[in-house]
């Protein structure tokens, strides 16, 4: 089945720093690329969805010039948390849809997240 | 709005039934998932189902769906220790694109 990869699954960082997580479709292309995050008992929650070639849409609330999205090519999407601080401190996952017709299965493939700790 | 609501935890004993519920609250939902997730890895879907059905089986697996009640289930017969796992329910809304509402998640133990 399709893969998609993302790491670093781990992170630890220092408040004020940036932090870049990758997601890439390992066998197939992906035009669109979603990215979530996911507090403690909270629900994934939508951030942003990023088309290749185009600028992301960010979902409301969410900070653009926080949480860079670059989705440069149809097999890696970039998420890189700008100066960040200990609230950025969550869960983030990325998913992929594969090039097609939609389907009821939409053809959402995730990643295996990346747990974000800034201290 | 959509809100999407599911229990935190469900503890069952191997080879008993699970049942993992879902509440949302959007109307025009159109389909309606159940995504697992294992530790370390992502969301594997499970099943679906579109809102214009009751019901979907597939094998172990039973999606019943209450449209009026807005509430969505997953019945898992036979539970064994591999089907541990985090399970999330999800909807996605008419006129939303591709975006999944997800519930918060119910993790499920199952004991010897």
């Known amino acids: 089945g399709a893969v998609v990869s993302q790491h670093p699954s781990w992170v630890i960082c220092k408040s004020g720093t940036s932090v870049k997580i990758e997601c890439r479709s390992l066998d197939f292309q992906a035009t669109t690329m979603f990215w979530y995050r996911q507090f403690p008992k909270q629900s994934l929650m939508l951030m942003a969805t990023s088309n290749e070639g185009s600028k992301a849409t960010y979902e409301q609330g969410v900070e653009k010039d926080k949480f860079l999205i670059n989705h440069a090519s149809l097999t890696l999407s970039t998420l890189t948390v700008t100066s960040a601080h200990p609230e950025d401190s969550s869960f983030y996952i990325c998913?992929?849809?594969?090039?097609?017709?939609?389907?009821?299965?939409?053809?959402?493939?995730f990643g295996s997240g990346t747990q974000l700790s800034v201290l | 709005g959509e809100d999407v609501e599911q229990s935190l935890f469900l503890s069952v004993r191997e080879g008993d039934s699970s049942v993992i519920n879902c509440t949302y609250t959007d109307s025009s939902s159109t389909y309606l998932y159940w995504y697992k997730q294992e530790p370390g890895a992502g969301l594997q879907l499970l099943t679906y189902i579109f809102s214009n059905m009751d019901m979907k089986q597939d094998q172990r697996l039973t999606v019943l769906l209450n449209k009026k009640d807005k509430h969505l289930s997953l019945r898992i017969a036979d539970t064994q220790t591999g089907d541990s796992a985090i399970y999330f329910c999800a909807e996605r809304v008419t006129g939303g694109g591709n975006k999944l509402t997800f519930g918060t998640g119910t993790q499920l133990k199952v004991e010897l």
């Open positions: 998913s992929a849809r594969g090039q097609g017709a939609l389907g009821p299965n939409e053809k959402l493939f």
